[in-house]
């Protein structure tokens, strides 16, 4: 059952990763510095550290702030969905309790819903954009609550 649920968490973390790339290491480094759990500080240990966290969080705020530019390039150009799916993976297999071979699966469980989620937020933000006419900067803030809410929600899953 533990391992199912941290299945979703893994997925979950992606799918973040595909919304903001580095929303998703600075929720799970926040969750961590605050509380670490044996089995995920064991995982990544940088991650546990408040310096690391406080710097995740600085970047995260600063994609929130610069993903509203006209100049910010594509989340699925070949650099940024990179990206997208490192953060997907390295968050994936951090909530993975077991030791080895889990980690692959539950790294390639984020990558994967790092690539969906990038493609599909991606589209829903044109949608909002183009087709219902929303000002870029009111369309970046629905994705930014939704992620912030995400984000939210995954931590306290990890408790």
Do not use: C, H
Not at 36 to 41: E, G, N, Q, Y
Not at 80 to 98: D, E, M, N, P, Y
């Amino acid at each position: 059952m533990r391992t199912n649920n941290e299945l979703w968490t893994a997925a979950g973390f992606g799918v973040l990763a595909g919304m903001r790339s580095m929303t998703a290491p600075a929720f799970l480094s926040r969750e961590l510095s605050r509380k670490p759990t044996r089995a995920l500080k064991r995982a990544l240990p940088g991650l546990a550290s408040r310096n690391v966290s406080q710097r995740l969080g600085f970047l995260a705020l600063g994609e929130l702030v610069g993903d509203k530019s006209p100049l910010t390039p594509a989340r699925t150009s070949a650099p940024i969905l990179t990206g997208r799916i490192l953060s997907g993976a390295i968050t994936g297999a951090a909530v993975s309790r077991k030791r080895k071979g889990a980690k692959l699966g539950f790294a390639l469980v984020g990558a994967a819903a790092a690539i969906a989620s990038s493609y599909v937020f991606y589209g829903f933000r044109r949608l909002l954009t183009q087709k219902l006419r929303v000002p870029n900067l009111a369309a970046g803030l629905v994705e930014d609550g939704l992620a912030l809410a995400l984000g939210s929600r995954l931590t306290r899953a990890l408790r």
